[in-house]
């Protein structure tokens, strides 16, 4: 990759995590709906390791995933009943997202909008569920947490399905912006296929 390519690369990149980031935690609401909101970065993390590669989905992960953490840290409530702001949880789930995207790099699914969506909906699937067994397991490490009382209409319809749904919806105008106003040219995308395509073969999920 030429010099001009490389910063291009690396000031839209920039700008999208900037931008989608401050979207997130200043319009919350607007993002929502019946109590869960659109996951912006997420998707866009995704779906960068989708169209992008192994190599871009991690690193562009890991870096949404700090300015989340800063931004936004997640809140737990530790074993001795004390509620602690984490740091680190942001950049480990949006590096497993990039990893994750990446890893439906196959030659039949290569750049398909399709299988982007379903990349977008696996992941956001995976990540609730994994959220909520995480969550109900933290409940018997420390009690004080209290018991985990959601019941199965509201983890699978209410909120993994609903939370899938609106990442979808969201991930359209993500898809869009990365396709014509992306890090790689629109006129350079069909030239570099064979090695986008051997940077997800070299990294399938099972190979993570």
Known sequence: MDRRKLIRKILVY??????????????????????QTADITFVFVVLVGYFFGFK??????LITGLVRDCLAPIA???????????AGIGMLVMF???????????????????????????????????????AYSWTFIAPAVGSYDLGVYEIV?????????????AGIPILLLLRFAGPVAVSDQRKSSDDVIAIGEENSWLQI
């Open 14 to 35: 920039a700008i999208y995590i900037l931008l989608l980031s401050s979207l997130q935690v200043s319009y919350p609401g607007r993002l929502g709906f019946g109590g």
């Open 157 to 169: 319809v209410r909120s993994c399905l609903l939370q899938t749904l609106l990442n979808l919806i």
């Open 56 to 61: 871009d989905g991690v690193i562009v992960g």
């Open 76 to 86: 737990v409530v530790g074993i001795d009943g004390t509620v602690r702001v984490t």
């Open 96 to 134: 497993l997202a990039g990893a994750v995207g990446a890893s439906f790099f196959t030659k039949r699914m290569h750049r398909n909008v399709p299988f982007a969506f379903v990349s977008i909906a696996f992941t956001t699937l995976l990540y609730k569920i994994s959220g909520h067994f995480m």
